[in-house]
């Protein structure tokens, strides 16, 4: 990810004045403990399975990764800053999901959700709640304790 500091003006100084919303409550839940868990992983690098509809400019829908989808990820993060270099070389840098694995292999968190989501990076801020709203739904339904965000 790159620092505002290396920007190039105008581009620095456009995204440091950029508004931001506020959103008026802050939910913080205490769960059992990391090896009890179960973990989904929502990566905001635009991701989703090869044939499905590209994210669009500023889109703030979720896109579901099914099981198995790993080996036909796509990525159609918008934003013309962003190296899409990382996930070509591995993709587990946007979407962690070996390494989840890995931690569960050790007993370190307790499960791993089959199903794992992607937002893009770009989104308009104000148009996500409902769309995290809808997801924290279905995380619910799915017994997801805990969520690691794959920001990239």
């Given at each position: ?10 581009m ?5 004045a950029?508004e931001m ?9 205490k769960?059992?403990?990391l ?30 990764l ?7 990820l ?18 587990e ?9 890995a931690?569960?292999a ?28 809808a ?5 619910k339904?799915?017994?997801?304790d805990s ?6």
């Amino acid at each position: 990810m790159v620092r505002l500091s290396d920007l190039p003006e105008p581009m620095r100084t456009n995204y440091a004045a950029m508004e931001m919303p506020a959103f008026p409550t802050t939910p913080w839940v205490k769960g059992p403990p990391l090896a009890q868990r179960r973990i989904a992983l929502v990566s905001t690098a635009g991701l989703h399975r090869r044939g499905d509809r590209p994210f669009t400019y500023r889109e703030a829908t979720v896109r579901a990764l099914p099981p198995g989808s790993e080996s036909e990820l796509a990525m159609t993060h918008i934003s013309s800053n962003y190296d899409r270099t990382g996930f070509a070389e591995d993709p587990e840098v946007a979407l962690p999901l070996g390494t989840l694995q890995a931690l569960k292999a050790e007993g370190v968190v307790g499960a791993v959700a089959e199903t794992h989501y992607s937002f893009m990076g770009a989104a308009e801020v104000a148009a996500l709640p409902p769309h995290a709203t809808a997801l924290a739904a279905i995380l619910k339904r799915d017994r997801v304790d805990s969520v690691v965000i794959a920001g990239v």
